[in-house]
């Protein structure tokens, strides 16, 4: 459903110029969680903003569902990109409104009436379990709980595609978990797509399919879950891990 071939991005620095993504090609499949690992500044969200064209590549291509989005009059990607939800690491709710009134922003802006918005936001606030708190302010609830307002906002206009940029990076281990359930049935019970970036081995474990490695602007490996274990070669995967681990490390001692 999904195929990204040979993107590239560069960012100017003062002394040059950076590539943070250079030369990728990634399909995924529709109904797959696809998950992107690797250390901190290896280019993944670069990556995953470039799918929904948050950042444009400067080469390469962008095809969802047999739709090119480049070069698509602004109207038509607005329309794309309502199909495609984003959830982030810091949850990005808008502080001064309501629960409720944050599912309903993309409604809004998607034109839906009022009587519909009511309905469907009721009903994505059921489905992440927080029907209770729809008049409570971002800042009255827990970090899991502010999660799933954010994957409720995501869900509010059907899509068929979710990004997830370490979307439980700044949750405990207990929370972790239950926002990965909620992903989980996100995927299964509504059908959605999920391509979620992390730096956390447990995450890749816990609800992906399939895993693409990535260091240096570049997917060095690919992996795909059969039977439970990651193939092709399980051992060269978990040798990843320490790998992984300790980039994250060093990154976060600077
Ligand atoms: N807007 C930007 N301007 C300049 N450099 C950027 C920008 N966004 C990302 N980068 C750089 O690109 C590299 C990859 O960043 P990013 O995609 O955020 O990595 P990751 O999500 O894997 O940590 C990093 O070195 C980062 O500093
Ligand atoms: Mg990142």
């Given amino acids: 459903m999904l195929?990204?071939?040979e993107v590239s991005k560069s960012f100017k620095l003062r002394d040059g110029l950076y590539k943070a993504v250079d030369n990728v090609s990634l399909e995924v499949n529709a109904g797959a969680v696809h998950g992107i690992?690797?250390?901190s500044g290896a280019g993944k969200s670069t990556l995953l903003r470039m799918i929904n064209l948050l950042e444009q590549p400067d080469q390469g291509t962008v095809t969802i569902d047999g739709l090119q989005l480049m070069g698509l009059p602004d109207k038509l990607l607005r329309k794309e990109r309502q199909k495609i939800g984003m959830i982030f690491q810091q949850f990005n709710l808008v502080s001064n409104a309501t629960v409720s009134r944050n599912v309903s922003i993309p409604?809004?802006?998607a034109g839906?009436?009022?009587q519909e918005r009511i309905k469907r936001v009721k009903e994505c606030l059921i489905f992440v379990g927080l029907e209770d708190k729809e008049d409570q302010y971002p800042a009255q609830l827990s970090g899991g709980q502010r999660q799933r307002v954010a994957i409720a906002r995501a869900l509010a206009n059907s899509p068929k595609l979710l990004l997830c940029d370490?979307?439980?990076?700044?949750l405990d281990p207990t929370?972790?978990?239950e926002i990965l359930n909620v992903l989980k049935h996100v995927n299964s019970r509504l059908g959605v797509t999920i391509v979620i970036v992390t730096h956390e081995m447990d995450v890749i474990k816990t609800i992906?399919?399939?895993v693409s490695v990535m260091e240096s602007g570049r997917i060095i490996d690919s992996f795909s879950r059969e039977d439970g274990e990651f193939r092709p070669a399980?051992?060269?995967f978990s040798s990843y891990r320490e790998e992984i681990i300790g980039k994250e490390r060093e990154a976060y001692a600077r």
Avoid at 166 to 170: A, D, I, M
């Fill in 3 to 5: 195929f990204l071939n």
């Fill in 37 to 39: 690992i690797g250390a």
């Fill in 107 to 109: 409604l809004e802006l």
């Fill in 112 to 114: 839906l009436p009022k």
């Fill in 166 to 170: 370490e979307p439980t990076s700044s």
């Fill in 175 to 177: 929370t972790t978990v």
């Fill in 208 to 210: 992906c399919s399939h």
């Fill in 234 to 236: 399980a051992e060269s």
